[in-house]
């Protein structure tokens, strides 16, 4: 998030610098070459230029939701400065004030005349609270923006990856309901519906619609939104979205007017703050549904948390309905799983902590991945990489404790050329065309794909810059 802070006083551009970095990308903007020197010297972000012109704001790149604070001292009037911010597109500002002559009816006529001007002390901005606010300003002002770019459309389409999890569904729901929109404006769709038994039952005890939708249909809609998904996986179908919410590593190739992606354990996490951001009235079944998600998808919070994720689950729990939730979790081991988790057991291949197998042919993606979180419980496995085909592609799921190098980053080297990959620290995937699979690696079979794969993280773990297992 960007920050722009006006002040031609070095103690306080250090006190801002000590309290906004590293959770603000800061810049300042002060008006001598000299103390810029000196800031710049200390690792600072500086520009030179007279904050009473536009341009100076123009240049740093300003726009309606870059946070902005301006410095009053209390010995002249921001309000040149203040008026200039205005007319270069600010809207996000806050005024600093540190004299003593600086009073509260001199106050009172900056907020007469700047409606959306915020007014903080030396004390409120050193506190924790008030990075709370900066952060929840430019994500109000982040969605009132989409709010209004999707408020005339007559149709939405709210897509979600194939086979979406509680998640991605989770977030649909919740995006709807920021949007103020009913099932039939803003459908919740995914060209491959949902097959999981345990996201297929929070779906009907929720009564979540996920629509079946084709890449030809794109066209139908006004407006196009991804949750939990980000445009490149749909390939050359959907090359330019509207707006893009997720929690998983930023990725290149597609154009979007808004976006909002961090990395976070969940993207419910994100849309807590968006609903917390501009008061929206959050129902029982929409916290359900958010709260079973970021429990799943951060495995109650022993897989890639953050503090966000923490706080937006203590938000949400008085919200839900905790024997819903219990309900929606069931049992997840059903026979098929069991059979397969078997069949990698009998056949794979247990070395140095590494375990990996090859499925065979396998009806749905989930299967895979299921037995790549499975296997790894056994003990004195810190890796699995669990491959099958399914249909016509070849399917790689690889899963690690944590602690050891980034499986993300495993599977983009070793797969990323020839088919979609990526993915977390602990947690990645690829999908690859069998022929290109094929081509690169052989016709894969239980005993050679297994050994493959082990030998390409063996040799991954075992980089001369690696971090040891």
Same mark, same amino acid.
């Not at 749909?234 to 808004?258: K, M, T, W």
């Not at 429990?295 to 919200?319: Q, V, W």
């Given at each position: 998030m960007k920050c722009l802070a006006i002040s031609q006083d070095e103690l306080i551009i250090r006190t801002l610098a000590g309290v906004l970095l590293p959770s603000f990308e800061v810049e300042f903007i002060v008006e001598t070459r000299p103390l810029a020197r000196r800031l710049h010297d200390a690792g600072l972000g500086v520009?030179?230029?007279?904050?009473?012109?536009?341009?100076?704001?123009?240049?740093?790149?300003?726009?309606?939701?870059?946070?902005?604070?301006?410095?009053?001292?209390?010995?002249? $009037?921001?309000?040149?400065? %203040?008026?200039?911010?205005?007319?270069?597109?600010? &809207?996000?500002?806050?005024?600093?004030?540190?004299?003593?002559?600086?009073?509260? &009816?001199?106050?009172?006529?900056?907020? =007469?005349?700047?409606?959306?001007? +915020?007014?903080?002390?030396?004390? !409120?901005?050193?506190?924790?609270?008030?990075?709370? #606010?900066?952060?929840? $300003?430019?994500?109000?002002?982040?969605?009132?923006q989409y709010q209004r770019y999707f408020a005339d459309a007559d149709r939405i389409l709210i897509l979600l990856h194939h086979d979406p999890d509680p998640d991605a569904m989770a977030s649909g729901l919740a995006l709807r309901n920021l949007l103020r929109r009913t099932k039939t404006t803003a459908i919740i769709g995914a060209v491959q519906g949902v097959t999981r038994p345990e996201n297929l039952r929070m779906a009907n005890l929720l009564d979540i619609q996920v629509e079946a939708v084709t890449p030809e249909g794109f066209g139908?809609?006004?407006?196009?939104?991804?949750?939990?998904?980000?445009?490149?996986?749909?390939? #050359?179908?959907?090359?330019?979205?509207?707006?893009?919410?997720?929690?998983?590593? !930023?990725?290149?190739?597609? $154009?979007?007017?808004?976006?909002?992606?961090?990395?976070?354990g969940s993207t419910c996490t994100i849309l807590t703050e968006h609903l917390r951001a501009v008061d929206? $009235?959050?129902?029982?079944?929409?916290? &359900?549904?958010? %709260?079973?998600?970021?429990?799943?998808? +951060?495995?109650?919070?022993?897989?890639? +948390?953050?503090? !966000?994720?923490?706080? =937006?689950?203590?938000?949400?729990?008085?919200?839900?309905?905790? =024997?819903?939730?219990?309900?929606? !979790?069931?049992?997840?081991? +059903?026979?098929?799983?069991?059979?397969?988790?078997?069949?990698?057991?009998t056949s794979g291949d247990l070395r140095d902590q590494v375990f990996t197998a090859f499925l065979g042919d396998v009806e749905r993606e989930d299967v895979i991945v299921y037995v790549a979180d499975f296997l790894l419980q056994l003990e004195d496995v810190r890796w699995t990489a669990i491959s099958g085909i399914v249909k016509d592609v070849f399917v790689v799921a690889v899963r690690n404790l944590g602690y050891s190098r980034n499986a993300g980053e495993f599977v983009r080297r070793s797969f990323g050329e020839l088919g979609s990959a990526g993915g977390h620290r602990t947690m990645a995937k690829a999908v690859v065309p069998l022929d290109r699979f094929t081509e690169a690696f052989g016709r894969p079979d239980e005993t050679r794909t297994a050994h493959a794969l082990h030998d390409l993280i063996e040799g991954f773990l075992h980089e001369p810059n690696g971090t040891d297992r």
């Open positions: 520009a030179v230029g007279d904050p009473r012109r536009v341009d100076t704001y123009l240049k740093a790149d300003l726009t309606p939701h870059t946070c902005v604070l301006v410095h009053d001292t209390g010995r002249r $009037s921001p309000k040149p400065i %203040l008026e200039a911010i205005r007319d270069a597109g600010g &809207t996000l500002i806050y005024v600093l004030s540190t004299g003593a002559a600086v009073s509260a &009816t001199r106050a009172e006529d900056l907020r =007469a005349k700047f409606p959306d001007l +915020t007014n903080i002390t030396l004390s !409120e901005l050193v506190s924790t609270a008030l990075l709370t #606010e900066l952060s929840r $300003s430019l994500t109000r002002a982040r969605v009132q139908a809609f006004d407006r196009i939104a991804t949750v939990d998904v980000q445009p490149h996986y749909f390939g #050359e179908a959907l090359n330019r979205v509207d707006l893009v919410i997720d929690h998983h590593p !930023e990725q290149p190739g597609y $154009s979007a007017v808004f976006k909002d992606i961090r990395d976070y929206v $009235s959050i129902s029982e079944r929409t916290a &359900t549904a958010m %709260l079973y998600a970021i429990k799943s998808d +951060t495995l109650f919070f022993a897989r890639h +948390t953050n503090r !966000e994720d923490l706080e =937006a689950f203590t938000f949400l729990y008085p919200l839900a309905d905790p =024997a819903l939730i219990r309900k929606m !979790e069931g049992a997840d081991i +059903t026979s098929e799983r069991l059979d397969y988790v078997l069949r990698a057991r």
